[in-house]
């Protein structure tokens, strides 16, 4: 099946037991067990609920995975899949991972002596050389967040396949829908389903796929171990944002890739960052291992006052933490999503104090534009901005 069929009629599309077309909220702590020598699926709702199964079948089988898994949050998610390694053991991480990511692993795995080495992956013999007789994994964010940095995925797989190392790649900017890491020669794939996937600002969520079973096994007992199980409400929810993953980052993708080819153009903005635009250093390998370019962007416009004054003046997109959502947001890396990251690292990642990133949600094009306009004009100097009014109009 192809996706936009496979995501509704794929697994998990009903109840089983009743045939309802929306899977139903088990909301129970614990299940009977009608034979003590025979027990049932599900026994306590931290190892098992038939209403979590559904979102981790849907997810494994869009991810084209063995097992999947429903945590709390993203980051829960993320630290699980991180105590696959022990103590002793080296991981590769893309320098431009999420801040929180950042955070966790310099300030928590650490304490673990679980050592991580930082480099840019989208040069994939820098990830060759950073590997040493105690290096077990690799983890890539590509699209990186929020500079969009891509990483070769299948290029990277077979440089730790030859090591034998585990390939963990952040799905969150792509979703299944446009890029599956699994078939690409990850082994674990990770999203957080609190943004396109669940896709409402509504909920906050986590998922894992594992490539094969026994990996998944591996997982499996870490999930039930540590207990960062997402709610069988939750659950509902992101089930229901599933459904319309297709329909909505359709939209979505459009709108970023008409905004970022329009801000490329704007004398107020220095610099954009989208995959889509041809002239972005990944935009080919991005063309090669997914089916599309994502509906984020990210864009400077030189300083923190510009940054503030265009946040202060425009009216349509929410100015908020997270991304993909029906509504466009506009975040400010630099005290929201880094704001875990030391000053000189995010500077060092380009991470700037006048960067901007754009996560285009489902209203129309052209008001966006219109609303982006007048805010990003209000930067210019008068005389600029008399010729800018002039140019865009005959635009």
Known sequence: MNFATKVLHGTSCFDPVTGASSVPIYQASTFHQADLDRPGTFDYARSGNPTRQALEDAIAGLEGGARGF?????????????????????????????????????????????????????????????????????YLETPSNPTLKVTDISAVCRIAKEQGLLVIVDNTFMTPYYQRPLELGADVVIHSATKFIGGHSDVVAGLAVTRDEALGEQLYFIQNGMGAILGVQDCWLVMRGLKTLKARLDVSTNTADELARWLSTHPAVNRVYYTGLSEHPGHLIQASQSSGHGAVLSFDVGSRERAKALFDRVKLPIVAVSLGAVETILSYPATMSHAAMPVEEREARGITDGLIRLSAGLEDVVDLKEDLQQALDSLLPRAHLEETKEAFSRA
């Not at 801040?99 to 310099?106: C, D, I, N, P, Y």
């Not at 050592?115 to 994939?124: H, I, L, R, Y």
């Open 70 to 138: 429903a945590f709390a949050s993203g980051m829960a998610a993320i630290s699980s899949v991180f105590m696959l390694f022990s103590a002793g053991d080296h991981v590769i991480v893309a320098e431009d991972v999420y801040g929180g990511t950042f955070r966790f692993l310099t300030r928590v795995l650490s304490r673990m002596g679980i050592s991580v080495t930082f480099v840019d992956a989208s040069k994939t013999e820098e990830v060759r050389a950073a590997i040493t007789s105690s290096t077990k994994g690799v």
